[in-house]
């Protein structure tokens, strides 16, 4: 089965940019339909921002449209969220989950990664 491995989490100012990536160790990266979704302390599970299999089509949570950018590389296996004009409430962990559909749900995503630490100062 698919692995996935997050990584460019950070400690930034607020106004700042960073990029996580979310590598895959193997599979056919084109047939998942991916996400990326982000859990803060005391808090459920929450969908920041999705792609499709091909990268044609993205949906994003409202708090982060026009912030944060979803894509992917099939051919390098790997998926990317640039996420620019960080706030403090976008600090929580992030995690890149992968799906058979195109669906928000976190219940709906079969394989996860590990997640990357994402914390915005004030």
């Known amino acids: 089965q698919v692995q996935l491995v997050e990584s460019g989490g950070g400690l930034v100012q607020a106004g700042a940019s960073l990029r996580l990536s979310c590598a895959a160790s193997?599979?056919?990266?084109?047939?998942?339909?991916m996400g990326w979704f982000r859990q803060a302390p005391g808090k459920e599970r929450e969908f920041v921002a999705l792609?499709?299999?091909?990268?044609?089509?993205?949906r994003y949570q409202e708090s982060v449209e026009g912030r944060f950018t979803i894509s992917k590389d099939n051919a390098k296996k790997m998926m990317y969220l640039q996420m620019n004009s960080l706030k403090p409430e976008d600090t929580a962990v992030y995690f890149c989950?992968?799906?058979?559909?195109?669906?928000?749900?976190?219940?709906?995503?079969?394989?996860w990664g590990q997640g990357t630490q994402v914390t915005v100062s004030s």
């Open positions: 792609i499709t299999r091909s990268g044609d089509m993205t």
């Open positions: 193997e599979g056919t990266f084109g047939s998942f339909v």
């Open positions: 989950a992968a799906a058979n559909w195109f669906t928000t749900l976190p219940p709906d995503y079969y394989v």
